[in-house]
């Protein structure tokens, strides 16, 4: 019954789509370009400005490059700098206040997903002081205009410089849950490989990871993906299969930074239309309760939940394989050395194979919150219910 349920909305949500606007915010590439951020700001009349970042990305010295060149362009800002990786409904409220109590006009998210997706929160409370964040997770909640809203990528991971979504933690029950609007689509996005060289080997292959988590569950998604969603999809496995290796190993390396900015922000549109899946929503649970790096999650779950997926997914990981020039004999063979390539590479950037943190009693919320997040709504090849959901979490628990 469930299943009808869920192929009735998803086939109300496909023909949505289409009416949905999907786009890709203007944006600079290349290296250095964040100098040009100044001169974006002014073109762009973005008024006085309010920078949102974190503590790390202080203590590197990048935010205050970033804000000394604000300075120096006479351009006005107030700057809130507290957020926490998995950023919380408290980050978002006390980032608004800043914004608020300063007459901001508009947002620079400086940072990776954390402080990207605070501020995407902080848009969406400009538009509703009085509402929580709560009450705007879901779909299509804020519908209504937002602050400007320029991205400034310092991870090749989230694409949240391009997506529709923003995902808080809420501080009280530490359920991560996403607000997914368009009007959360980034004005900017500043994508300066330079940024990224200073991410230590373990952020830059769990970042790279998750990116790639965003290209093979869109790609693997049923639905609601046209032509465009596709191809870039492609695009970003292909480039994470031959740069992200080289970025760990080397993270001077410029080229594979370049390739992995790019890759990063091509699956982040892949997945705006096409929707991540269940190691998202197993892995968006785990960061809200255990306080586990995103990319992390995504890292350890993303072959475990492709091979649970069977023959199903098979047809379609095979086609990520040949784009990569992974050779098999049939279509189950590629997408099995698909998979051990991924399997391989975990290994090599010293990931873990398993879970380590669920505890026993936490089970059943988890199941829930993943179950709620992913069920109807992402078009997953196999639809798993609340047994599939346990069986699979206990098969790769340590
Ligand atoms: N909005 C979306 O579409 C979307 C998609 C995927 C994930 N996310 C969310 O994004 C968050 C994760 O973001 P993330 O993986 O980019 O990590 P992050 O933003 O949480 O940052 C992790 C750590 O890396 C540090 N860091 C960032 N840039 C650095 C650099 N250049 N050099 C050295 N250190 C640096 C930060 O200071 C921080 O300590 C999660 O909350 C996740 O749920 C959002
Ligand atoms: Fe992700």
Same mark, same amino acid.
């Given at each position: 019954m469930y299943r009808v349920y869920r192929d009735v909305f998803q086939g109300g949500m496909k023909v949505a789509n289409y009416f949905m606007g999907y786009h890709m915010p203007e944006y600079i590439f290349g290296r250095g370009c964040v100098r040009d951020l100044p001169q974006v700001l002014k073109d762009k009349d973005a008024?006085?400005?309010?920078?949102?970042?974190?503590?790390?990305?202080?203590?590197?010295?990048?935010?205050?490059?970033?804000?000394?060149?604000?300075r120096d362009a006479g351009i006005e800002y107030a700057l809130?700098?507290? =957020?926490?990786?998995?950023?919380?409904?408290?980050?978002?409220?006390?980032?608004?206040?800043?914004?608020?109590?300063?007459?901001?006009?508009?947002? =620079?998210?400086?940072?990776?997903?954390?402080?990207m997706?605070?501020?995407?929160?902080?848009?969406?409370?400009?538009?509703?002081?009085?509402?929580?964040?709560?009450?705007?997770?879901?779909?299509?909640?804020?519908?209504?205009?937002?602050?400007m809203l320029i991205t400034v990528p310092t991870t090749s991971g989230t694409g949240s410089e391009t997506t529709v979504a923003a995902v808080i933690t809420d501080a009280a029950t530490h359920h991560k849950a996403t607000i997914l609007d368009l009007v959360l689509i980034p004005t900017f996005a500043v994508l300066d490989p330079e940024l990224t060289v200073t991410l230590p080997p373990d952020l830059t292959a769990?970042?790279? *990871? #998750?990116?790639?988590?965003?290209?093979?569950?869109?790609?693997?998604?049923?639905?609601?993906?046209?032509?465009?969603? #596709?191809?870039l999809a492609v695009r970003a496995v292909r480039l994470i299969? #031959?740069?992200?290796?080289?970025?760990?190993? #080397?993270?001077?390396?410029?080229?594979a930074r370049e390739n992995m900015q790019l890759a990063a922000f091509y699956a982040g549109r892949a997945f705006t239309r096409g929707c991540v899946g269940y190691v998202h929503a197993i892995g968006h649970t785990l960061g809200g309760l255990y306080g586990v790096p995103h990319g992390k999650a995504m890292a350890i779950l993303l072959p475990h939940v492709?091979?649970?997926?069977?023959?199903?997914?098979q047809p379609r990981l095979a086609e990520l394989a040949d784009a990569c020039g992974i050779p098999g004999e049939s279509a189950a063979d590629k997408a099995d050395r698909f998979l051990s390539w991924i399997e391989e590479m975990k290994r090599r *950037?010293?990931?873990?194979?398993?879970?380590? *943190?669920?505890?026993?009693?936490? *089970?059943?919320?988890?199941?829930?919150?993943?179950m709620k997040e992913a069920n109807p709504l992402y078009p997953t090849p196999v639809l798993w219910n609340y047994d599939d959901f346990k069986a699979f979490i206990d098969s790769v628990r340590e």
């Open positions: 008024g006085k400005v309010l920078v949102v970042t974190d503590e790390g990305l202080v203590r590197l010295g990048i935010a205050g490059r970033v804000l000394d060149s604000l809130y700098s507290d =957020v926490i990786p998995n950023p919380t409904s408290e980050n978002v409220e006390a980032g608004f206040r800043v914004f608020r109590e300063n007459g901001c006009q508009s947002v =620079v998210a400086l940072g990776g997903g954390s402080p997706d605070c501020a995407k929160g902080i848009c969406a409370k400009a538009a509703h002081p009085r509402k929580t964040v709560r009450q705007l997770q879901g779909l299509l909640r804020v519908h209504k205009r937002v602050p769990t970042t790279g *990871m #998750d990116a790639l988590c965003h290209a093979v569950e869109a790609y693997t998604n049923r639905r609601y993906n046209t032509k465009y969603e #596709d191809i299969y #031959d740069n992200l290796q080289a970025a760990y190993e #080397d993270g001077s390396d410029l080229v492709m091979r649970a997926f069977g023959e199903a997914a *950037m010293n990931v873990p194979e398993r879970l380590n *943190m669920i505890r026993e009693e936490d *089970m059943d919320q988890i199941i829930w919150w993943a």
